[in-house]
């Protein structure tokens, strides 16, 4: 069997199982070639690579991983698919489909059992309904993950992307840069899937940094610091930062002028490494239990 990215090829399998596609699962199946080689260039996929993919669909991406990686484990929730499935990658012995809630998957336990302990690739077109928890379950999970290559709605990507000082910075841009380089990879328009989103989409390219880059003594603080940080976008770090709710105005003043940052300033303009020295003033100050 061929490729299955084209418009003819996905109606055809679509239609002959007599498959109806669920929103509520976000269903929205890839119908463009050339999206497809920049998942697999963007996700560097090479022979020796162990595969996870969330939401496989038809099968139109795992096809072309299977006929590159080592193994690839696809993990799709609705259970109509299965025999779909079974029949598109029918040839390729090293997929493995299993019908889970990827929500519900111990996926440490997955990567021992089926992937060799790793490491890994996460590299999906993702429902668009739990994107975030999904890229952070890898993230925060003790999971061996090298590369998260993901489609996603075009917004989410500009915010996991996103500089300082830009409308887009937040919480999921911190959140995700602290353990990764991120990497515009493709933009994919509505028309490139069917049925049609009402909203684009981008490739981004998530790799996973071997070495800490920005050590903080409690990540706990760090995220909270970060959270009371953008609490309040339009207010100075004086003011946001009282929402940590265990430091006086006083003693914010002090954090700050030890972490030789200007109390006027406002959270969107911190870069992390201001965020992990801020945070350490910060969890120095954090009352004994
Ligand atoms: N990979 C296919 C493609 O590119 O054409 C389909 C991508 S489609 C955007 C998302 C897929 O994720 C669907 O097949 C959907 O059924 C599946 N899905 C939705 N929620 C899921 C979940 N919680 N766990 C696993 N798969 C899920």
Redesign the pocket.
């Given at each position: 069997m061929d490729r299955l990215?084209s418009h003819s090829a996905?109606k055809d399998v679509v239609q002959k199982h007599g498959f109806k596609f669920?929103k509520s699962?976000?269903?929205?199946?890839?119908?463009d070639d050339n999206v497809i080689d920049s998942i697999l260039q963007g996700a560097r996929l090479s022979k020796g690579d162990q595969i996870i993919?969330?939401?496989?669909?038809?099968?139109?991406?795992?096809r072309e991983m299977g006929k590159v990686a080592d193994k690839v484990v696809a993990?799709?929730?609705?259970r109509k698919?299965i025999p779909i499935l079974r029949e598109t990658l029918d040839d390729l012995d090293n997929v493995e489909v299993i019908n889970?809630?990827?929500?519900?998957?111990d996926v440490q336990e997955l990567v021992e059992e089926k992937l060799k302990g790793g490491p890994v690739k996460l590299i999906?077109?993702?429902?668009?309904?739990?994107t975030t928890p999904?890229v952070m379950k890898f993230l925060e999970e003790d999971i061996p993950v090298t590369d998260i290559v993901v489609?996603v709605q075009k917004e989410v990507a500009d915010r996991m992307n996103a500089v300082p000082g830009t409308k887009d910075y937040g919480t999921l841009s911190i959140a995700v840069q602290y353990y990764c380089d991120t990497e515009i990879v493709a933009k994919a328009p509505r028309h490139m899937?069917i049925p049609q989103p009402n909203v684009d989409s981008t490739v981004i390219g998530l790799h996973v940094r071997p070495e800490i880059k920005y050590p903080v003594d409690s990540e706990e603080i760090f995220f909270k610091t970060v959270k009371a940080g953008f609490s309040q976008r339009r207010k100075t770090l004086l003011n946001s930062l009282s929402t940590l709710g265990f430091l006086s105005k006083e003693e914010i003043r002090e954090v700050l002028l030890e972490a030789n940052i200007d109390e006027k300033r406002r959270g969107e303009t911190l870069s992390i490494q201001e965020f992990a020295t801020l945070s350490n003033k910060v969890n120095a100050k954090v009352p004994s239990k």
């Open positions: 990215s996905t669920s699962l976000g269903q929205n199946f890839l119908i993919e969330v939401g496989p669909g038809i099968g139109t991406l795992t993990i799709e929730i609705d698919l889970k809630d990827i929500l519900k998957v999906a077109n993702l429902p668009y309904y739990i999904i489609m899937f």
